[in-house]
């Protein structure tokens, strides 16, 4: 079964360092997204991309943040210089147009210390 | 003001027991999905609901779109630990936009 693939599976990262989290969507897909859930909280919309370019944003994602679809497989999410409240679990999701079935990968924990 | 009010956000109950978790809104939606995250994974989808007053059967998950398309219900007959987990309706608009979940944990 296609499925979503993100790496790494969890990254620690220090305080204003760049992290970039990957995402290899499901092929024949053509929305991407990202998404993340700060820890006991709601899963929040971040990003959508399609078509290269992004479609929609959040006010959570700001000038720090940025995507790119690098090659025809990945997708994937740059945060800057990293702050302490950027630590969650961020997920990458794939669909065929919007409203079906979303993919969600199995998510990157992500840890700003 | 959360566009997708879930409740309760915590149910805790012993497994053979029925429940009900609730998804409203103020909005009217052409279409609600249900899905389930487990610890450290990403959301699951269980169902699309489309039609207002549809009624859609999971095995032992009954799902159903309110007439007015403003609500969702999720029955759970005879809960299994199994069941254990976070349940979260969601909607598209340019996006799909989740609700808090209902955490759901079934015990032995």
């Known amino acids: 079964e296609p499925e979503v693939t993100q790496t790494p599976s969890h990254q620690v990262t220090q305080m204003g360092q760049e992290v970039i989290l990957r995402c290899v969507p499901i092929?024949?897909?053509?929305?991407f997204y990202w998404y993340r859930q700060i820890l006991g909280q709601k899963v929040e919309f971040l990003v959508s991309f399609y078509n290269n370019e992004i479609s929609e944003k959040s006010e959570i994602f700001d000038d720090q943040f940025s995507v790119e679809r690098p090659d025809g497989s990945n997708f994937t999410l740059k945060i800057r210089s990293t702050k302490l409240e950027d630590s969650a679990m961020y997920f990458c999701?794939?669909?065929?147009?919007?409203?079906?079935?979303?993919?969600f990968g199995q998510g990157t924990r992500l840890t700003v210390v | 003001t959360q566009l997708l009010e879930q409740s309760p956000q915590f149910l805790s109950i012993q497994e053979g027991e029925n429940l009900t978790v609730y998804c409203n809104s103020s909005s009217v939606f052409s279409s609600l999905q249900w899905y389930r995250q487990e610890p450290g994974e990403g959301p699951v989808l269980l169902v699309t609901?489309?039609?207002?007053?549809e009624v859609k059967k999971l095995k032992r998950l009954t799902f159903q779109f309110g007439d007015a398309r403003k609500d969702s219900s999720l029955h759970i007959t005879a809960a299994q630990t199994g069941d254990t987990g976070l349940y979260l309706c969601?909607?598209?608009?340019?996006?799909?936009?989740f609700g808090a979940g209902t955490i759901l944990r079934v015990k032995s």
């Open positions: 969601a909607v598209y608009g340019n996006k799909l936009v």
């Open positions: 999701a794939s669909s065929e147009p919007p409203g079906r079935e979303a993919f």
């Open positions: 609901v489309v039609t207002g007053g």
């Open positions: 092929s024949n897909h053509l929305y």
